[in-house]
């Protein structure tokens, strides 16, 4: 009953930027961590980005400085500012949401393809 959908992938050339966005709906409990991960092709899914309830964030280093996350806490959305974007950026960017508690759960998007290429 949980749902996690993103969007705002697209095709950008190095240098450009592009917005992403998701939503979660369903029952899903008010604290909770929301971040971006991405995977490219041959490689492991790795942590770009996280956000808490207060607005703390936490970045990978290789984006710092050009990504931005942010949140709108009572409607469960997210969103990844990516800009400077190089080819290295190359990758399915995933969408979660972790429950804060015990247990916790995690939920997970379908993906969002972003393809830097010139």
């Known amino acids: 009953q949980v749902q996690v959908v993103e969007s705002g992938g697209g095709l950008v050339q190095p240098g450009g930027s592009l917005r992403l966005s998701c939503a979660a709906s369903g029952s899903i409990f008010s604290l909770n961590l929301m971040g971006w991960y991405r995977q490219a092709p041959g490689k492991q899914r790795e942590l770009v980005a996280t956000i808490t309830n207060g607005l703390s964030t936490n970045y990978t280093d290789s984006v710092k400085g050009r990504f931005t996350i942010s949140r709108e806490n009572n409607k469960n959305i997210v969103y990844l500012q990516t800009n400077n974007l190089k080819a290295e950026d190359t990758a399915v960017y995933y969408c979660?949401?972790?429950?804060?508690?015990?247990?916790?759960?995690?939920?997970w998007g379908q993906g969002t393809q972003v393809t830097v290429s010139s």
């Open positions: 979660s949401v972790r429950t804060v508690g015990v247990p916790s759960y995690v939920y």
